[in-house]
């Protein structure tokens, strides 16, 4: 399972972020941002969030979360 969360986060984050990962949802939604960023490199993060639904703060915050880093 990926890792979701920094290690100073409290009890309540880290449990968000298993239930995310374990959901799929995720997993989900950095394939889509991946897949926005791969078929039309350049776009700001704002731009991915309108394509793909997937809000910044989710799925798309990081490049290192899409492997792409």
Same mark, same amino acid.
């Given at each position: 399972?990926? =890792? ?9 984050? @880290? ?9 799929? =949802? ?10 926005? @960023? ?15 639904? @997937? ?15």
């Amino acid at each position: 399972m990926t =890792l979701n969360h920094r290690s100073n986060d409290p009890p309540t984050s @880290v449990m968000a972020g298993r239930d995310i990962e374990s959901t799929g =949802l995720a997993r989900m939604q950095r394939s889509r941002c991946l897949r926005a @960023v791969i078929e039309t490199p350049g776009l700001t993060a704002r731009e991915i969030e309108d394509r793909t639904e @997937v809000k910044r703060t989710s799925g798309c915050r990081s490049f290192a979360g899409l492997g792409l880093s």
